[in-house]
């Protein structure tokens, strides 16, 4: 999963833009084009600040091997 690309669909759901973001959660504006652009990979408590005051929060799935789907 690239968090940029789905920071973008959320920020399009949400109809909100990205200075918009930043400045709602407090976070620094450059920094956040990055992770939108996929040019740096944010850590997971920088995700949480981001996307909890939207309603969202992290999920974390284990992928299964050897599955098939009839």
């Given at each position: 999963?690239?968090?940029?690309v789905e920071l973008k669909k959320i920020?399009?759901?949400e109809k909100i833009?990205?200075?918009?973001?930043?400045?709602r959660v407090g976070v620094d504006?450059?920094?956040?084009?990055?992770?939108?652009n996929d040019?740096?990979?944010p850590?997971?408590?920088?995700l949480e600040r981001v996307l909890k005051p939207l309603g969202y929060e992290i999920e974390f799935n284990k992928k299964r091997k050897g599955v098939i789907k009839l």
């Open positions: 999963m690239k968090a940029g920020l399009k759901k833009s990205a200075r918009q973001l930043a400045l504006q450059p920094y956040l084009c990055k992770v939108l040019q740096i990979k850590s997971c408590d920088w």
